[in-house]
């Protein structure tokens, strides 16, 4: 059992270091041997489904990726050899050892998973603006007519289409008062 534990240390760590390696050199710094973060699943990205079907299988095939996996093997290898060196019962030995690289294997996918909820596109959502000061960049006419606001949302400055009630030259003081579209916001002047 000594050699096993001795082959699974080795991968492992050295699977652990070239990835390490590989990411310092922005290469698979994104990317799994299981690529569950681009896998499209009916229409829709799988990391988004880990969750929401709530299969077991689905959830635990979603942890087994090349990290895991690797961290897994280093442990499970690394605890046996430290058993036998504590001259563990082998049967507590290998349950130990199991133990600890199941345990790196859910950390490790737990921590990925963190990780990857850090991974923002910095666009700022049309909702956020509502309530939002800006000043009027292209007039916007009354009624049906629509103009372009500079709007300050999140300390970024926006460009929506905009729509008044009353028409607005450029340089007016505006606040955001209704969402009206995806890219167009109805704005009042601030002083109203």
Same mark, same amino acid.
């Given at each position: 059992?000594?050699?096993?534990?001795?082959?699974?240390?080795?991968?492992?760590?050295?699977?652990?270091?070239?990835?390490?390696?590989?990411?310092?050199? !922005?290469?698979? !710094?994104?990317?799994?041997?299981?690529?569950?973060?681009?896998?499209?699943?009916?229409?829709?990205?799988?990391?988004?489904?880990? !969750?929401?079907?709530?299969?077991?299988?689905?959830?635990?095939?979603?942890?087994?990726?090349?990290?895991?996996?690797?961290?897994?093997?280093?442990?499970?290898?690394?605890?046996?050899?430290?058993?036998?060196?504590?001259?563990?019962?082998?049967?507590?030995?290998?349950?130990?050892?199991?133990?600890?690289?199941?345990?790196?294997?859910?950390?490790?996918?737990?921590?990925?998973?963190?990780?990857?909820?850090?991974?923002?596109?910095?666009?700022?959502?049309?909702?956020?603006?509502?309530?939002?000061?800006?000043?009027?960049?292209?007039?916007?006419?009354?009624?049906?007519?629509? !103009?372009?606001?500079?709007?300050?949302?999140?300390?970024?400055?926006?460009?929506?289409?905009?729509?008044?009630?009353?028409?607005?030259?450029?340089?007016?003081?505006?606040?955001?008062?209704?969402?009206?579209?995806?890219?167009?916001?109805?704005?009042?002047?601030?002083?109203?």
């Amino acid at each position: 059992m000594e050699t096993t534990y001795y082959i699974c240390a080795a991968i492992g760590g050295t699977l652990i270091v070239c990835q390490f390696v590989m990411t310092l050199f !922005g290469l698979g !710094g994104h990317h799994d041997l299981a690529g569950h973060n681009h896998i499209e699943m009916g229409g829709h990205h799988g990391a988004d489904h880990h !969750g929401d079907h709530g299969g077991s299988s689905t959830w635990f095939l979603g942890l087994l990726t090349f990290r895991t996996i690797s961290a897994a093997l280093a442990f499970f290898g690394l605890t046996g050899i430290i058993g036998q060196r504590a001259d563990l019962e082998p049967t507590i030995e290998v349950l130990v050892a199991l133990a600890s690289g199941l345990g790196a294997l859910f950390l490790v996918g737990w921590i990925m998973k963190l990780l990857g909820r850090l991974n923002i596109d910095g666009t700022i959502r049309i909702g956020k603006a509502l309530g939002c000061r800006g000043t009027v960049y292209v007039p916007i006419p009354a009624g049906a007519g629509q !103009g372009k606001v500079h709007v300050s949302v999140l300390n970024r400055s926006v460009e929506y289409k905009a729509v008044a009630k009353s028409a607005l030259p450029t340089g007016t003081c505006i606040v955001v008062v209704a969402i009206v579209g995806s890219d167009t916001v109805e704005v009042a002047p601030e002083s109203a």
